[in-house]
């Protein structure tokens, strides 16, 4: 049996969060975001997308059943927008996202 390094494989990148901050007189203040937890519903898997459009770059994809942390103040009338388990950020529809 011949060995395998699997040190050569690693996770994908996953594009970092960035944190809002607001400008005032010249002094940046982190902001907080208004977040929930939501849960997948009515669908076997849910596309995580880049911008808020049904048209948008699909960046994932969850499973039914996933939590997912909802920012109420980055979201639109159609689209949420959200943060998986697995820490990608993008936009899910909210007919497909039950609140807790």
Not at 11 to 20: C, G, L, M, S, T
Not at 31 to 52: F, Y
Request: hydrophobic share 35%; glycine share 4%.
């Amino acid at each position: 049996m011949s060995k395998f390094d699997y040190t050569k494989f690693t996770k994908p990148k996953i594009q970092e969060a960035v944190k809002p901050v607001e400008i005032q007189n010249g002094v940046e203040e982190k902001v907080e975001q208004i977040s929930m937890v939501g849960v997948v519903v009515d669908c076997t898997k849910l596309n995580v997308r880049q911008e808020p459009s049904k048209d948008a770059e699909i960046l994932c994809e969850i499973a039914v059943d996933s939590e997912v942390t909802i920012y109420e103040d980055q979201s639109t009338e159609d689209f949420y927008k959200v943060c998986t388990a697995a820490g990608a950020e993008g936009f899910c529809m909210r007919k497909f996202i039950r609140t807790k």
